[in-house]
């Protein structure tokens, strides 16, 4: 039985690399017979029943050690900081020569601690496949190390790498760039969801063009559980206390002001929670509902995106600033804005606009009033923006037969 290990550390608590899994898992329950499924031990309980998902310890939980540390002993942080480093290198190397040796005498450890089972878990998979997402990117290095390190791992004895929905860069650091150097040229086939830049980058390390092929994101086609009728003057709403945005909250303060304006007007607001970190959206909810009494306004939060997609599909507009809110009303033809205020989300965010042919709809929070933004939602124009995705899902399902046919080639040669 062909034994695939999933790369994603995200979909234990984002529901856009979740959606982005479980899409792919339904793709290869479907293409490939009695295939094992491998991934995070951080995936959803509810994830491992349905695909039957077998979870390890990936890098990145191993190296979470450091943050137990400065939790249970505070008074320790400053040493556990400067330790950080060396801990890194030396743990990763030590994992790597015992992967090594461990497959040339054909050991498999046995042991419950993570590094065994990170080891083991790279020992049993057949394929390694990325499963997109925006890691790979210096705005958190420390996963985006994690996640190319373990493909590099992969790579050194033996087994076919691969990436579907990959988002890359940006990448201001020289070794960020020569891992993901060596990583591209072990990948057999890379499909990137934001190709322009993506694609540059790539290019410009020497990747072979013949691997890389621009598709959509691999959540673009999950389906909703149960898609509704569109009702007019509904908004879905999405905003994120992120780390990155450096002007929180002037932009907050504006998306808030014209949200009250809609809903004096009688429009239904639907807020949507993508992350189940309280702090990032819920509690920002939860204050406006206290604060306006907003009549029409309903918080939808799901561990399932199905269900996020069937709640989202009977809205007549979206507004919002993650990546995957807006793959999800594009997915749905829902008209959508996109808020992006800095190098990484202007580029998923122009790349994905670009795709759905409505790059004008991917907006600079910097540029943004109240009133412009209230005119642009319950503009015409706007409202009756055509989204037409027929020739994209068509590309993404001629990448899903080449990739799946890979793999089964890939699958029958290892065995």
């Known amino acids: ?106 050991y498999q450890p046995r042991a419950k601690f993570r590094e065994a089972e990170l080891i083991r878990a790279l020992l049993q998979s057949d394929i390694v496949l990325f499963s997109g997402g925006g890691y790979l990117t210096d705005q958190g290095k420390k996963e985006a190390y994690a996640l190319m390190l373990m493909g590099l791992m992969a790579a050194s004895i033996g087994k076919p790498v691969y990436m579907t929905g990959q988002g890359i860069g940006p990448f201001n650091s020289r070794w960020s760039l020569f891992l993901l150097k060596l990583l591209g040229q072990k990948c057999k086939l890379i499909g990137l969801r934001d190709p322009d830049e993506g694609k540059k ?43 990155h945005q450096n002007e929180t909250d002037r932009v907050q303060a504006v998306l808030e002001s014209a949200l009250d304006v809609l809903a004096q007007s009688g429009w239904h607001l639907r807020l949507f929670v993508l992350h189940e970190n309280v702090l990032f959206e819920r509690a920002v909810y939860d204050a406006w509902l206290a604060r306006y009494h907003w009549a029409n306004a309903t918080i939808i939060q799901s561990e399932d995106p199905r269900e996020t997609l069937s709640a989202m599909s009977s809205c007549s507009a979206a507004i919002g600033m993650a990546y995957h ?25 122009q790349g994905l606009f670009k795709l759905a042919q409505c790059p004008q709809l991917a907006i ?11 005119a642009l ?6 409202l009756k923006t055509k989204i037409d995705l027929g ?18 080639h890939h699958a029958h040669a290892t065995h």
Not at 53 to 58: G, Q
């Open 1 to 106: 039985m062909t034994s695939l290990l999933i790369l994603n550390t995200g979909s234990g608590h984002n529901l856009g690399d979740r959606a982005m899994q479980i899409n792919l898992c339904r793709h290869l329950r479907q293409t490939i017979a009695h295939c094992q499924l491998m991934g995070s031990a951080r995936v959803p309980a509810f994830m491992q029943e349905e695909f039957a998902i077998k979870p390890f310890s990936f890098l990145i939980d191993c190296w979470a050690r450091l943050n137990w540390a400065r939790r249970s002993k505070p008074y320790l942080s400053g040493i556990v900081t400067a330790l950080s480093l060396p801990y890194f290198i030396i743990s990763t190397l030590l994992i790597w020569l015992a992967l090594v040796f461990a497959k040339s005498i054909g």
């Open 391 to 408: 020739p994209l899902k068509h590309e993404h399902d001629a990448w899903w037969s080449l990739l799946s046919n890979d793999l089964i």
């Open 201 to 243: 980058i790539l290019l410009n390390l020497g990747i072979a063009p013949s691997k890389i092929h621009a598709i959509a994101d691999d959540a673009l086609t999950l389906p909703a559980r149960n898609c509704q009728p569109q009702t007019t003057k509904t908004l879905a709403v999405h905003w994120r206390v992120s780390p």
């Open 377 to 382: 939602l319950t503009s015409e124009a706007f």
């Open 325 to 349: 809110f807006s793959v999800f009303a594009h997915g749905l033809s829902v008209p959508a804005v996109g808020l992006w205020h800095n190098e990484y989300y202007r580029i998923k965010l």
């Open 364 to 374: 600079d929070d910097r540029h943004i009033s109240t009133e412009s933004l209230v």
